[in-house]
């Protein structure tokens, strides 16, 4: 309802009422009150007792029209104007009204913040020294064959966002791999790791690029143990990290980077001040944004609240997801998408892959596994397109689909409301909150240094 007509409905509203209490009048005094026997005093007494009735009916109406209308407008409209959010504590609620029904209001998808703490293995909980001796392995190039690359190489995280900003990461010798460095920012909370999922802990995925011929290029595991036993200064670290008496293996210098990795946690963004209770801290776009990230089902793959169902939070019966779900011919030939299948069998027509997280995902172009898209609007484009089945239109009529069965010779209309521009930019609003305040600044120095 736009502002006209709930003024309009006002008006009329206020007009009822004035005729409804001129009507009560003449009852009152012509009818009720002579066949009552009530006097002058006292028939106005009546009037005023059925009046008052007849008022906070009106007003109830009127609320209750505002109520109803009011909030979908402002979040729907243009506006700047930050809207109004309504907070309900369901469990005060439940126990206070146990019987009160409140109509079209239910229980959702839950919104929540991430932990200021990564959950770390028994046998490799997280200390300072450890802290400490894995920073300092994190960015050792001494750990690749000819000394120029660190693992900070590809995940940049003392001036970026945990990535490079490359389609395919920069290894040893100048080769190029086929995969897109994916964010170490709060990867402590990820169940898997690498694209394809092949990893199941830090500690898993920290012997792979060093050995990686495309990467860091060390021959053994072995060898890489001994580049740290040689070096004199890694030894009073590791011996206050794990022990005097223990030796340098590649189980301590993975476990080392691990403990490193589990501290680089971002929660210092909007969508988290948000949940905690500033209602302030989403615009209207973004709250807009993050109803249809909700509607439109991305949380079914980026749930949590590291908004990845690979992540430790709530185990989903998959870590991994086919990609693309829906045939793109469009999409598929222009960004190569299912060139590389993952961790699908080779030849298939569709990939699997792990569920990224999308926290800092504004900041961590370009994006899916081959780095093919460099922006953010023609990512959430082609994810709407083929892993929800939606159409991007401007048309408010376009929302009829025809599908054809051609094994069961049946066919069937499909009606859905297409993603309009202003939705795709509304969803990726939202997620530019995802980005983390201390990150975003950074960024913000890198550019304005190039």
Not at 89 to 94: Q, Y
Not at 139 to 159: E, Q
């Given at each position: 309802m736009s502002n006209a007509g709930l003024l309009n409905f006002m008006t009329v509203s206020l007009v009822m009422l004035l005729i409804g209490i001129a009507v009560l009048l003449l009852m009152v005094h012509l009818e009720l009150g002579p066949l009552s026997g009530l006097s002058g005093g006292r028939k106005w007494g009546l009037t005023l007792v059925l009046g008052s009735g007849m008022l906070a009916f009106?007003?109830?109406?009127?609320?209750?029209?505002?109520?109803?209308?009011?909030?979908?407008?402002?979040?729907?409209?243009?506006?700047?104007?930050q809207p109004a959010v309504l907070v309900v504590?369901?469990?005060?609620?439940?126990k206070d009204s146990p019987k009160m029904v409140l109509s079209g209001m239910q229980k959702g998808?839950?919104?929540?913040?991430?932990?200021?703490?990564?959950?770390?293995?028994?046998?490799?909980?997280?200390?300072?020294?450890?802290?400490?001796?894995?920073?300092?392995?994190?960015?050792?190039?001494?750990?690749?064959?000819?000394?120029?690359?660190?693992?900070?190489?590809?995940?940049?995280?003392?001036?970026g966002a945990g990535e490079d900003h490359r389609s395919g990461s920069l290894g040893v010798g100048g080769q190029v791999g086929s995969r897109n460095a994916p964010t170490v920012w709060n990867s402590g909370f990820q169940s898997v790791l690498f694209w394809d999922g092949r990893a199941a802990s830090?500690?898993?995925?920290?012997?792979?690029?060093?050995?990686?011929?495309?990467?860091?290029?060390?021959?053994?595991?072995?060898a890489v143990e001994q580049r740290v036993k040689d070096n004199a200064a890694y030894r009073e670290p590791f011996a206050k990290a794990f022990g005097a008496n223990q030796p340098i293996t590649i189980k301590e210098i993975t476990a080392a980077i691990a403990a490193y990795e589990r501290t680089l946690i971002t929660t210092d963004?909007?969508?988290?001040?948000?949940?905690?209770?500033?209602?302030?801290?989403?615009?209207?776009?973004?709250l807009r944004g993050m109803a249809l990230f909700q509607t439109v089902g991305c949380i079914l793959c980026h749930s949590g609240p590291n908004f990845s169902a690979a992540s430790v939070f709530?185990?989903?019966?998959?870590?991994?997801?086919?990609?693309?779900?829906?045939?793109s011919a469009k999409y598929e030939a222009r960004y190569n998408l299912t060139k590389d299948v993952g961790a699908n069998e080779k030849g298939s027509a569709q990939g699997v892959w792990r569920v990224p997280s999308l926290r800092n995902v504004a900041l961590t172009a370009p994006y899916f596994h081959n780095g093919s898209v460099d922006n953010l609007p023609e990512a959430v484009r082609i994810m709407a397109t083929v892993q929800r089945g939606k159409r991007i239109s401007n048309d408010i009529n376009d929302n009829k689909t025809i599908v054809w069965s051609s094994r069961d010779k049946t066919l069937a209309r499909l009606e859905a409301a297409p993603l309009s521009d202003r939705d795709v930019n509304d969803i990726v609003e939202f997620l530019k909150a995802l980005s983390s305040d201390a990150l975003l600044a950074r960024s913000k120095v890198a550019v304005r240094g190039m």
């Open positions: 009106s007003i109830k109406l009127t609320i209750l029209a505002t109520l109803v209308h009011f909030p979908e407008r402002t979040i729907r409209s243009g506006m700047v104007a504590d369901w469990e005060k609620l439940n998808y839950v919104w929540r913040t991430l932990p200021e703490r990564a959950p770390a293995p028994d046998w490799n909980p997280t200390t300072p020294e450890k802290v400490a001796l894995g920073e300092r392995l994190f960015h050792d190039t001494s750990l690749s064959i000819d000394g120029t690359l660190s693992c900070s190489s590809c995940h940049d995280v003392r001036k830090l500690e898993e995925q920290a012997k792979g690029p060093p050995t990686n011929p495309k990467e860091m290029g060390m021959p053994s595991l072995q963004t909007p969508y988290d001040r948000f949940v905690r209770g500033d209602e302030k801290a989403l615009s209207a776009a973004q709530d185990p989903p019966p998959a870590t991994q997801r086919i990609f693309p779900v829906f045939n």
